[in-house]
């Protein structure tokens, strides 16, 4: 395909919606980090609208607002330290007081406050496809918010322990007794062995939307933990370029890359469509959102807009190698595969300590028919893997809705679908813990084992790579050839 794999395949840990924005640059273009601030006064206005402290439903975590500066708390039942978003506001407040913020540089700085009235308020990390509704603190920062934070290695291990134990809802699907891992390990604990001690008892929950990073001394975080499932591989770059030529043997019209090479299109016998997407994200090295949807938007039209002579009889998507990214960007691909709203998923968060059943009211995120652009109704097959992660499982989640059927072909996804939810532990470590729910229409969801194919097939085996068969894709065109890939 030709890339280099800037930053999405090219990180050794960027399998994860979570490693694409920590690792994201500063962003230009209108309502993104890195945009010009206006004028004091433009600045100011609106924002005593917005002027105070707010605890959030869920996310375990206090904002707090003075003049322009936005600044987060994390908080459990035994602490609250300085979270990792520290933002300044940028523009004149939008329709309705909303106020952007960001911090050029700083990836968990990327995001937008609306009021509701005088005493609620909604926040929205920039893009996505949820947002955490906030309620005043009448009394303004807790006291014990302004306490110094306590560094030596047990206190942070507490942190750690009670970030997970407050917020992280698959304890009993990964069969981890958390209490008990507390009482093996807190005795033990040093500053020698502090870090190796975390990785241990979080190895076993096989969450790759867990995660330890290090700030770096010149900004910016490195990971240097994260674990796949057993028995999957990491969506890399290096995995990426074993696994095209197999693809490569069976298109007709070989691909054309775009979105520095993260997607693929490309033509199959039979009048049948191609499209591989590597990622949701990191399409262009400078710009914002906009400019991502721009490269995604030109891809799909490459595709759907091809001067052909009989019409398309169906497509592939290909997200086996998928390492993840901007869930908004999924459902947007998702769009342009359907003529009629439907139900994506619903998004719920833990918001008690106390109860792990109790979650935030659900919010329903929607697909809705791509306006004014060409759109492709007819049957699709989604190849998917065990590399297939985060965004690319939400995607495969979203187009699950859809009508006539997908046929999904391959092996499960990863299994990890909820934004990352950011600790910081200490000065230097920073803990990445999922603590949502993306919840199908029976109310549960895929996080563990991943969304199932409806035929399984080999995927990208040794034997299958040495000989250049590619199994999923084949048995892919022999459904949709046959017409069986809209049952």
Known sequence: MGIGHRKSMARAAGITAVALVLTAGTVGAAGAVGAAPEGDGAKRSGVNRLEGVWRADGYGTIVEIHGTALTTYDVTRNSCTPGVTSAEQFGAPLPGGAVRYGTPGEPFAQLTVTPHGRHRAVYAKDPGTGTRTLERLPGGLPARCALPVPDDPVAVFDRFWDSFEENYPFFAVKGVDWHAERAAYRPTVTAENLVDTIIAMVKPLQDSHVALLRANPGGGYT???????????????????????????????????????????????????????????????????????????????ALLDRPRATPLRGVVI????????????????????????????????????????????????????APGATRFTGPVALLT?????????????????????????????????????????????????????????????????????????????????AG??????TEARRLLTAGAGHQ
């Open 468 to 473: 250049l068969k590619d199994s999923a894709l």
């Open 223 to 301: 990971t240097f933990f994260r674990e796949m499932r057993d028995g999957t591989v990491a969506p890399t770059a290096q995995l990426l370029t074993t696994v095209l030529p197999p693809i490569s043997a069976q298109l007709a019209v070989p691909e054309q890359p775009f979105g520095n090479g993260l997607l693929g299109v490309g033509e199959l016998p039979d009048g049948l469509g191609y499209l591989r997407v590597s990622a949701f994200g990191d399409y262009v090295d400078q710009g914002g959102q906009q400019d991502q949807e721009a490269e995604l938007d030109k891809a799909v039209g």
């Open 318 to 369: 290909d997200a086996r190698v998928n390492a993840g990214g901007s869930d908004a960007l999924a459902v947007r691909l998702a769009s342009r595969f359907t003529d009629r709203p439907y139900l994506a998923y619903r998004k719920v968060a833990r918001n008690d300590p106390a109860d792990p059943a109790a979650f935030t009211r659900p919010q329903s995120v929607t697909v809705r028919p």
């Open 385 to 465: 893997s065990g590399s297939t992660v985060s965004a690319g499982e939400t995607f495969t989640q979203a187009m699950m809705g859809r009508s006539p059927h997908i046929t999904r072909i391959g092996e499960n996804t990863q299994g990890v679908f909820s934004d990352a939810l950011a600790r910081r532990l200490s000065s230097d470590l920073v803990l990445l813990l999922p603590n949502e729910e993306f919840l199908t229409p029976a109310g549960t969801t895929f996080d563990g084992p991943g969304i199932p194919p409806d035929v399984r097939t080999p995927v990208f085996t040794k034997e299958e790579l």
